[in-house]
């Protein structure tokens, strides 16, 4: 009979984490006329001598595995939590990295996708526009966009999918952001106040779990869930929805809130400056941004246009920047 597989590896001792070196490639220029580029240069006309380098599956599945519990153990004390990866929480996560390196940032996101609806513009189109002066955002995160040489209020990117995947590709480039996605928040960790009014709870963290384990809470045994603790979360879940406004919600349930505004009908002028206005601190721990604050607000919603949703991620960033070094002043004293 056979050994168990295991068994036919060679030994290798156990490590305490992930000590290999970090490979930053240069990006291959491309060569004018009828040159071809380095990539085509190194494989070109090799094809029939192609091999990869050998592996064995479990190398794979470690090094995958060991990589995501490192980070499950790592960022289960977390500074700032972001919960949503969508236009507002991506940018209130570049923000804070750029500011604070010294921050350890998980975001979770419910979606296997990040970004949110800002994959395309407004009715499956693939432009976004945003209203000046959101286009300081896009000048800082180095994403072209277009004039309209009559009408100076607007730019606008030619793909959003441009915009949303340059956003993601530097917050994840980030050493000190951690992103979890396929995963939700199920529930917020509290802290009651020190006179027992629910309207004073702070917000310590939050629970998550698979996103596929959330949606089968009603036809399965229970299936508990896991945490994360933060001095500070930052909610940007977008409006009601299946995942939406989640954290607004539940601060009604926890009567932290007495009631949801409800967001109310299209009025992009109204509602774009009273998102970034009203970006705060709503309760002791917990930020709200972007669409999510027209749910709790009963602000109106904006629709195809997206500088409501960066800039709220600024001023996010900013108030997080605030609270966060008051409470490390508060536990100091």
Known sequence: MSPPAALLESPVAPTAGLKGKVIVPEIAPMMGGDSQTKLLDHFGGKWDDFKFEPI??????RAMTRRYFQDLDKYAESDIVIV???????????????????????????NVSPGGGAWLGGQLFSAMVMRRPAEVFLNAL????????????YVVVKHASLFTSTLLSKVLAFPNVKLFNATSVE?????????????????AGVVTNWTLVTLHHDDHSCMDPNTINAPLVISTTGHDGPFGAFSAKRLVSMAT???LGGM????????????VKNTREVTK?????????????GFNRMGPTFGAMVLSGVKAAEEALKVFDERQRECAE
């Open 84 to 110: 949503g990866a969508g236009s507002c929480g991506l940018s209130t996560a570049y923000v804070l990295a750029n500011a604070r390196p010294d921050l350890k940032i998980a975001i979770i996101e419910a």
């Open 142 to 153: 180095g994403v072209p966009y277009e004039e309209d040489p009559s009408n100076p209020s």
């Open 56 to 61: 064995r599956e479990s190398q794979v599945s």
């Open 257 to 259: 809130v007495d009631k």
């Open 285 to 297: 721990g917990l930020i709200i941004g972007g669409m999510e604050l027209s749910e709790i607000d």
């Open 264 to 275: 109310r009908g299209l009025d992009m002028n109204s509602a774009e400056d009273a998102i």
């Open 187 to 203: 529930d917020l960790v509290t802290r009651p106040s020190p006179n027992g009014d629910p309207k004073a709870t702070r917000i």
